[in-house]
């Protein structure tokens, strides 16, 4: 159990355009999600932190109108990079936790990721 | 905020040998210390956890240790495997109430296991 998915995979833009990632808990209810960014050969860092029905809590350095973070559901969570330039290719990773049937989980379970590459 | 140090960034076994990555915390709050294996691509993969409450836990050739005074954790592998080799990372957070909390990551250790 607790499966998180993420789509697109992989996704490849034109400078400028808009690309929506989404990450949805397939077996459970995401009362947190939270977005990721690495980098080539770097850490996990963390983006911004969201609670279903809430705005997202974003980490210092984010900017949080270029990556619109919505989380309207206890099953899905979406991530807008909004006027994408080269520099914001990145592999993108969401994770979730919260309750399945009641209980609450035990840690965090991430997505598959999705490549960014922003030409 | 929490920040994590992880040591060695580069770690070259033989197989059969053992591994040792440590990490250090700056938040006495944290009290969950995951650990992650990442393949190049891919989602990490939690392999070992531990929570402030324990000292070790041991999962077969996975053991975890937690020294909560000098507020430090290490991950041992025994008899290391090829597929052992992958980026691994860990980690720390503060748990409670409905869910868990954000996760602050370490550097990663790239560990490579020769045949």
């Known amino acids: 159990g607790a499966v998180v998915s993420q789509h697109p995979s992989r996704v490849i833009c034109k400078s400028g355009t808009s690309v929506k990632i989404e990450c949805r808990s397939l077996?459970?209810?995401?009362?947190?999600m939270f977005w990721y960014r690495q980098f080539p050969k770097q850490s996990l860092m963390l983006m911004a932190t969201s609670n279903e029905g809430s705005k997202a809590t974003y980490e210092q350095g984010v900017e949080k109108d270029k990556f619109l973070i919505n989380h309207a559901s206890l099953t899905l969570s979406t991530l807008t990079v909004t006027s994408a330039h080269p520099e914001d290719s990145s592999f993108y990773i969401c994770?979730?936790?919260?309750?399945?049937?009641?209980?609450?989980?035990?840690?965090?379970?991430f997505g598959p990721g999705t490549r960014l590459t922003v030409l | 905020g929490e920040n994590v140090e992880q040591h060695p960034s580069t770690l070259s076994v033989q197989e059969g040998d053992s591994a040792v990555i440590k990490c250090t915390y700056s938040?006495?709050?944290?009290?969950?210390f995951p650990w992650y294996k990442q393949e190049l691509g891919k989602r990490p993969q939690l392999i070992i956890d531990i929570r402030s409450n324990v000292g070790e836990k041991k999962d077969q050739r996975i053991a975890v240790t937690l020294n909560k005074t000098a507020k430090h954790f290490s991950l041992h592998i025994t008899e290391t495997q090829p597929e052992d080799s992958a980026v691994y990372f860990c980690a720390a957070s503060k748990s409670g109430g409905t869910s868990y909390g954000k996760l602050t990551f370490g550097q990663g250790t790239i560990l490579t296991v020769h045949p």
């Open positions: 994770s979730a936790s919260g309750l399945a049937s009641g209980v609450i989980l035990d840690t965090q379970y």
């Open positions: 077996d459970f209810q995401a009362t947190t």
């Open positions: 938040d006495s709050a944290s009290n969950y």
